[in-house]
């Protein structure tokens, strides 16, 4: 295990702000960062990221914690893993590997991308050396008009013609290589280099690991593919990555939306053209893994798919899963023949960009090629089309959506459209998608808040001093933050903690108080401490405390004076009786009086005794 202080640095080297916006878009907000969560199906940005506190948490889901946890959660690491990983990204040197990392998973992980790295060197130096790499290099630069900063930055590389080349040069590492698919066993029992004479796209996670390689092939015989995705391996994992999202990152949080092609040299090609919001599917239709991490980074997505009849049917099923994963939906269509890539080359970025600007809509586009395929057949035709519609509705959740397509499909088959949605409504209950449970909720604004939360959050922004807790309450007043609170105050006696948890000490005290607490209140206290703004001020939550607390006394002598009423009643003692009544007229009027001051609308916390 990393010691204290080495975590310590990782934490103080990293921006959780640039860390998550690796994985989401975020949006500043006041003195928070807002994003929409990638632990739960988020219509709306419920994750807080607090650049200061070094936190995040989800007011939908309820996940949180600081920077490990996150890389932990998004990557499924374990928490030396996501240590390593952390420590790797800012060079700090971990003096002790730990147990637990030099026989886990994470060593295994960081091992094979280890390699990956060293096999993505060996093919780019191969396409620089001057003899074995010239066609390659040739291929990139002069017929696919790559300039030599674009090859370096997507590293490129190259994979000669011979079955060893690779398996000779890491002699000690073939089973490494053929776990991750570098590697393929012959019959025979050998083992042979599975690319060849090919030109390499390494694969890099949004975390920054180099993960998988394809290749395109480099001769014009069609004995092989053309292109070869490596197949999956513990690293990666098929309609999982998108080629190019960890180049388009900027790009995407810059542009709100998403450009979709489908092949390697499209992606390279248009980001080179300025087009940084390029990403790939690599090859095959988008799938819902794909979709779903899209929805992570934007809300709009161009779909640039060839003309012929593969990029069609690949651009119904893209549109379709895109839809589904709650992104709007465009299709540029292309001129007949070329792909993003000719057409940027041929005809420069302004022809795309005016491509761009006419985009279809996804409906339209939708019906438009349906009815253009059955055109000229008549009923027949018109009832195939109802016959795909009705495929293409079956599970789609949007409401919208759904309306759209009968909409459209009413004017342009001239049918009504009370008669096409009853035709629908069997295709509804077929596949129906159950909606996606929230949980939890929205558990923002002060309405929801209690004393014993507001005075918790003052404390957590630096607005009251802890000392001053510490002089007006002890932990046994309050409720179901006792252990919370508790915690804090032992905190500052061990040790003289800063006055106010705003100054440079308090992110440090914050992770220790964190550290100690159950991970409920772990949660419920990170929850507290990225609320928004409460309008209203310390001390009138303290006065609003001691108030309630007050209230509460009250309450319970008013109980018990009741008591003791009925019991001198039983007995006829008629003087105790009149003697307790007064007490209790008293009382009243006091309760009444701290009711008003309290305010009627805000129940006073239950927890208080
Ligand atoms: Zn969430």
């Known amino acids: 295990m990393a010691t204290p202080e080495e975590l310590a640095e990782i934490r103080a080297r990293l921006d959780l702000v640039e860390i998550v916006s690796r994985y989401v ?13 990638p632990f739960h199906e988020d219509k709306r940005p419920s994750l807080t990221v607090s650049r200061e506190k070094g936190l995040f948490h989800c007011f939908g889901c309820g996940a949180g914690g600081d920077i490990f946890q996150f890389i932990m959660q998004i990557e499924r690491l374990s928490f030396p893993e996501a240590v390593r990983r952390l420590a790797d990204q800012v060079g700090v040197a971990l003096r002790s590997p730990g147990r637990a990392d030099a026989s886990g998973s994470g060593s295994e992980r960081a091992r094979l991308a280890g390699l990956n790295e060293r096999v993505a060197q060996y093919y ?214 070329q792909d993003p890539d000719s057409l940027v080359r041929q005809q420069g970025a302004d022809a795309l960009r005016e491509i761009l600007a006419q985009a279809q809509p996804a409906t339209q586009f939708y019906l438009d090629t349906l009815i253009e395929d059955h055109r000229g057949r008549g009923v027949r035709g018109q009832e195939e089309i109802l016959a795909q519609v009705r495929g293409f509705i079956a599970g789609l959740d949007s409401l919208p959506w759904r309306y759209q397509l009968i909409r459209g499909l009413a004017s342009r088959l001239d049918l009504p459209q009370q008669e096409i949605e009853r035709e629908m409504q069997g295709a509804r209950t077929h596949g129906i998608m159950a909606p996606t449970v929230q949980q939890g909720g929205d558990q923002r604004g002060p309405e929801h808040q209690g004393y014993e939360e507001r005075l918790l959050y003052f404390i957590l922004q630096g607005e009251l001093p802890v000392s001053r807790l510490m002089e007006l309450f002890t932990p046994a007043e309050f409720g179901s933050y006792r252990e919370i609170v508790a915690t804090l105050f032992a905190l500052y006696q061990e040790a003289e903690g800063p006055e106010q948890l705003s100054g440079p000490e308090g992110p440090a005290l914050l ?77 009243s009027k006091e309760q009444a009086q701290l009711l008003r001051e309290v305010g009627w609308q805000r129940t006073p916390s239950g927890h208080l005794s």
């Open 124 to 337: 780019q130096r191969n396409l620089q050396r001057s003899g074995v790499g010239k066609r390659a290099w040739d291929y990139l630069t002069e017929q696919r008009g790559l300039t030599p900063e674009t090859v370096k930055q997507f590293r490129l590389g190259y994979a000669g013609p011979g079955w060893d080349l690779l398996l000779r040069t890491f002699p000690a590492e073939q089973q490494v290589l053929q776990r991750l698919g570098l590697v393929s066993l012959a019959r025979s029992g050998q083992r042979y280099d599975r690319l060849r004479d090919r030109v390499i796209f390494p694969l890099r996670s949004v975390g920054g690991e180099l993960i998988a390689f394809a290749g395109r092939r480099l001769s014009a015989e069609e004995t092989t593919p053309k292109y070869l995705n490596i197949a999956n391996s513990p690293l990666f994992k098929k309609g999982r990555e998108l080629y190019g999202l960890s180049q388009a990152l900027p790009g995407l949080s810059r542009e709100h939306e998403a450009l979709l092609v489908e092949g390697y040299l499209d992606l390279i090609t248009l980001h080179q053209a300025g087009f940084g919001q390029a990403v790939a599917s690599m090859g095959t239709a988008l799938t819902a893994g794909q979709a779903k991490l899209l929805r992570r980074y934007v809300e709009r997505v161009y779909i640039l798919y060839d003309r012929d009849s593969a990029g069609r049917a690949a651009a119904w099923r893209g549109l379709r899963q895109l839809i589904e994963a709650g992104l709007e939906a465009r299709v540029a269509l292309l001129p007949a023949g």
């Open 511 to 587: 992770q220790r108080w964190l550290a100690r607490l159950t991970p409920q209140d772990g949660t419920r206290l990170r929850a507290l401490s990225l609320s928004e703004r409460l309008d209203d001020d310390p001390e009138r939550a303290i006065s609003q405390l001691l108030q309630a607390q007050r209230l509460r006394q009250t309450q319970r002598q008013l109980r018990e004076l009741r008591r003791q009423i009925r019991q001198a009643q039983l007995a006829g003692d008629r003087q105790a009786v009149e003697q307790l009544q007064r007490e209790q007229l008293q009382q």
């Open 25 to 37: 878009t975020v949006h500043s907000s006041g003195a928070n960062y807002l994003a929409r969560c």
